[in-house]
T-cell receptor, first 113, second 114 residues
């Protein structure tokens, strides 16, 4: 069925440490995987995405990896800063005659100075 | 900001009230979306409009009624809601309809149904 599992639900790190958030999807036909960051009082904003023909994508301190065989994808944030504190959502595309994104339940990341 | 605005930002209503949520996008996009965000749950897609035509009603109760008068505006009309409808309602837009299109979200309307 349509399902994206996201772990952990909360993550606390010290400034400068790395943070990793993992997601698992169920639809083997999924081929687009965006990550969104939601700050307090704001809507989610796209921070990085990856398509199924790519195994890894990097943008400065943020990277996403995809393992299509295992149906896993992960967000990696290096050298975390307090402004990285937010809720992060993963999503996976599905197409059951209708195209949409299925979202994970979110990870609350807290970066302590 | 993202170019998507929503009003009001907060709304408290009784179960017998009728109210409307408004979304406006200033990005020249062709697709607009309503999502429901509840605590501890994934974002739930409610409605999609592409070029002002409703593409999908994702099994949403009839007490939620969307309206898209033009490609820049999207409304969600609410009537006889239930307390479990309390949530953050997010509007989003994308250049065109399709899951590979980047969606730009508004700040949301926090709704409380008493």
């Amino acid at each position: 069925g349509e399902n994206v599992e996201q772990h952990p639900s909360t993550l606390s790190v010290q400034e400068g440490d790395s943070a990793v958030i993992k997601c698992t999807y169920s639809d083997s036909a999924s081929n687009y995987f965006p990550w969104y960051k939601q700050e307090l009082g704001k809507g989610p904003q796209l921070i990085i995405d990856i398509r199924s023909n790519v195994g890894e994508k990097k943008d400065q301190r943020i990277a996403v990896t995809l393992n299509k065989t295992a149906k896993h994808f992960s967000l990696h944030i290096t050298e975390t800063q307090p402004e990285d504190s937010a809720v992060y959502f993963c999503a996976a595309s599905i197409n059951t005659g209708f195209q949409k994104l299925v979202f994970g339940t979110g990870t609350r990341l807290l970066v302590s100075p | 900001e993202t170019g998507v605005t929503q009003t009001p930002r907060h709304l408290v209503m009784g179960m017998t009230n009728k109210k409307s949520l408004k979304c406006e996008q200033h990005l020249g996009h062709n697709a607009m979306y309503w999502y429901k965000q509840s605590a501890k749950k994934p974002l739930e897609l409610m409605f999609v409009y592409s070029l002002e035509e409703r593409v999908e009603n994702n099994s949403v109760p009839s007490r939620f009624s969307p309206e898209c008068p033009n490609s820049s505006h999207l409304f969600l009309h609410l009537h006889t809601l239930q307390p479990e409808d309390s949530a953050l309602y997010l509007c989003a837009s994308s250049q065109d309809w399709g899951f590979r299109e980047t969606q730009y979200f508004g700040p949301g309307t926090r709704l409380l149904v008493l």
